[in-house]
């Protein structure tokens, strides 16, 4: 029986350095049947050069610069794959990856799993046999394999899961899912330049039945690109990481009472002011005002100890700002 088709779309804007990696790595499969789609997001370097290179081995356009979500929604529409991996065009895949989130899938009867990355600089890159097999239990808790039905529990692990080198809820490259999902969930919100891959995600998890977890490295995370959007501090970046706060608050509303859901909400909003500061006032107001609603106890807030005794005596709102003044201003920082 063939087995089915896994489509893996790569939005790409202006990654000449990278994106020829990124092809090859997805290429490069061992499971045998997939199709690479790059959608070229208007770039004014030689990426496109570099997509010709690959001749038939790929199918490539290129458009209007709209944004990465505005890509990936694009190669969606062009997929044939009953199965979707996006992954950005400044990472790559391990060769096993599409391998091995397929059969956790077929095991578990699963729409969507989702693995590890390890984010890493290109100066200390690191080989596919230095990735490994990470210990599970040092970033999450529970079973080797596990499926997650809670939501709540899904949306912990996309904040805590960033304080890590090892990560995966929050990055394209960590995740498979059935295009079925895909479309009941509905496109990336095109309209948020910051979050957009935790708040997909997390609505994606909510359509599922649940998602499969698989503790193994499957994909490499750039962290020094000095494109990348998580690094924007204009205001249209802030409003859509305070957005994708409230959404996903709208989104868990019926977990709310579940303290776990209300301590990763807070934790949403603790990273807004620890990001932004009093740059923009009325977003710091409103994001002030959303984190008292939701009533956490000061010191559960933060992510770190020491940012969570800080948060103890100075209750959170004031413990985000002191930190935010070391990390600017001081060269103890980052043991904060």
């Known amino acids: ?5 896994v489509s893996i ?8 350095r990278w994106v ?22 208007g770039s004014t370097d030689g990426s496109v050069e570099v997509l010709k290179s690959f001749g038939d ?19 969606t529409e062009l997929a044939k794959g009953e199965y979707l991996q996006f992954l ?5 895949l391990l ?9 956790k899938l077929a095991e578990y009867s699963c729409q969507a ?22 210990d599970s239990s040092q970033t999450y808790s529970g079973n080797q394999y596990i499926i997650w039905k809670n939501l709540g529990r899904l949306s912990a692990i996309s904040v805590n899961a960033t304080q890590s080198p090892l990560a995966g809820f929050g990055y394209p490259a960590a995740w498979l899912m059935s295009s079925k999902l895909a479309h009941n969930a509905g496109p990336w919100d095109e309209s948020l330049e910051l979050c957009q891959d935790t708040e997909y995600y997390e609505r994606l998890a909510a359509s599922s039945d649940g998602v499969c977890f698989v503790p193994r490295v499957v994909a490499g995370y750039r962290v020094e690109n000095p494109r990348c959007i998580s690094g924007r501090q204009s205001r249209a970046s802030a409003e859509s990481m305070l957005r994708c706060c409230q959404k996903r608050m709208a989104l868990l509303r ?39 609603i939701l009533n956490v106890r000061a010191e559960l807030v933060p992510s770190t100890k020491k940012q969570a005794r800080l948060a103890r005596i100075l209750g959170a709102v004031h413990a985000a700002t002191l930190t935010r003044a070391l990390r600017r201003f001081s060269r103890i920082a980052p043991v904060l």
Request: net charge negative; proline share 5%.
């Open 1 to 5: 029986m063939t087995q089915p088709l």
């Open 9 to 16: 779309i790569i939005p790409c804007y202006n990654s000449e």
């Open 20 to 41: 020829a990696e990124a092809v090859q790595s997805a290429l490069d499969q061992t499971y045998p049947h997939i199709e690479v789609i790059v959608i070229d997001d």
């Open 57 to 75: 081995c790929i199918y490539w356009e290129t458009g209007p610069n709209r944004g990465a979500c505005a890509a990936r929604n694009r190669g």
């Open 88 to 92: 950005d065009a400044d990472d790559f």
């Open 95 to 103: 060769a096993d990856s599409v391998d091995l989130l397929m059969a």
């Open 113 to 134: 799993a989702v693995g590890l990355v390890l984010r890493f600089q290109s100066k200390t890159k690191p080989t596919v046999q230095a990735l490994g097999d990470p």
């Open 254 to 292: 019926n977990h709310c009472k579940d303290q776990e859901v209300r301590v990763c909400i807070a934790r949403g909003y603790y990273e807004y002011l620890l990001r932004y500061g009093r740059t923009f006032q009325d977003l710091w107001n409103l994001a002030c005002q959303e984190l008292a």
